[in-house]
Each structure stands twice: as structure tokens, then as C-alpha cells.
């Protein structure tokens, strides 16, 4: 019980704080609503605790074996994120009544969690801290995806709720520009702590 009360600390104090998944999500509680935003939530609530099984069964060794292809990943991440602060910083509001973007989808916000920096942190981090060698692995694995299922969830509702909120506040056009060009700038600050040496 213990140990899934310190896995429930560290997902909680990874999950909440700013990244790219919750950054995203409060932008899209702002310009898509709820509704068309609960695909992009779901996908990262289920996307990110399969991650964590796929990496503690298997994926780790692959990596500590051909270091290059987490390279690759992590380049190809940053990338993605440099695109998608573009999309975000480019969104016209929906007052402005046209868009060029649309939400995340499930599958998208799922597949973003492999190419999302902080997500590959947070999964390595609690894979290497959260099990021992002295215990049969798959079980340990399990158990911290569970957890960062059920922290997840409440933590990326509150994001996407903070952006709805602000949904409210934003009500011209310029407004939600300014704010969507914020949340780009923020979403490059998050890649900084990843390229840095």
C-alpha cells in the first residue's frame, strides 16, 4: 500500500504540473469546448498508462540496447511539438467563426504520448523507480500503469477545466489570440528542459 501511495505522489506531481498533454488540453478547453475536447482527454488518460506497460514490459531493453532509436524518438518529438505550438499559436478563435485546426482526436491524443518528451521522463522515471529486481516485473509494471490511469484522468480534467473557465473570460477574438500565441510559447518552454544538456 505504501508503494502505490508514492506512485500515486509521483504521477500526481508529474501529471498536474505544466507540459505539453496538459498545456495542450487547457487550449483546447478554450477554443473547442468540453465536449469536443473529451476525445483528446481520453486519449491521454489511456494513451500514457499503456506507454508505461509497453516501456516496463519490453521497450526498455530495446532502448538500453540501441540507444539510437530513443534518440531518434526524442528529435522526432521535439519536432512534433514544434509544430503542434505552431498549429496552437496559428488557431483562429472560434468567434472569428473559422478554424484551422481541430481537436485531438482519441487515437491522436494517444499516439502524441510517444513523441511527448515529458511523458517519456515521467514513464522511464516511475519504471526505474517503482519496481525491483527482487519481484516478478509484469505485476509492478501494472500496478504503476493503474495508478497513472486513475491520477490521470482527475489531473487532465482540471486542465481542460481551467481552459473552459477561461473559455468564459476570453471573449473577443484578440483575446483568444493573444491566448493561444501564450499557450504556443508555453509549449516551446516545456520542450527547453528536454533539449538542454
Not at 540501441?66 to 514544434?82: D, N, S, T
Not at 519504471?127 to 495508478?147: E, N, R, Y
Request: one cysteine or more.
Amino acid at each position: 500500500m505504501e508503494l502505490v501511495f508514492a506512485i500515486a505522489l509521483f504521477a500526481f506531481s508529474s501529471g498536474i504540473t505544466p507540459g505539453p498533454n496538459n498545456i495542450m488540453l487547457m487550449s483546447s478547453g478554450v477554443n473547442f469546448g468540453v465536449r469536443r475536447s473529451l476525445p483528446h482527454l481520453l486519449g491521454i488518460s489511456f494513451g500514457f498508462p499503456l506507454m508505461v506497460l509497453a516501456i516496463g514490459l519490453g521497450l526498455s531493453s530495446l532502448f538500453q540496447a540501441y540507444p539510437m532509436l530513443h534518440q531518434i524518438i526524442k528529435v522526432a518529438g521535439i519536432g512534433y511539438l514544434l509544430y503542434l505550438a505552431w498549429l496552437i499559436a496559428n488557431n483562429h478563435s472560434k468567434l472569428e467563426g473559422k478554424r484551422s485546426a481541430n481537436p485531438f482526436s482519441f487515437l491522436q491524443a494517444a499516439a502524441f504520448q510517444w513523441v511527448n518528451p515529458k511523458g517519456w521522463i515521467m514513464a522511464v522515471g516511475a519504471v526505474a523507480t517503482f519496481t525491483s529486481m527482487q519481484q516478478a516485473l509484469a505485476p509492478q509494471v501494472l500496478t504503476i500503469a493503474a495508478v497513472f490511469f486513475c491520477v490521470a484522468l482527475p489531473c487532465a480534467l482540471v486542465w481542460l477545466g481551467f481552459g473552459v473557465a477561461l473559455q468564459r473570460v476570453l471573449k473577443r477574438p484578440r483575446q483568444q489570440k493573444i491566448f493561444n500565441i501564450c499557450m504556443a510559447l508555453l509549449l516551446l518552454a516545456s520542450i527547453v528542459p528536454m533539449i538542454a544538456p
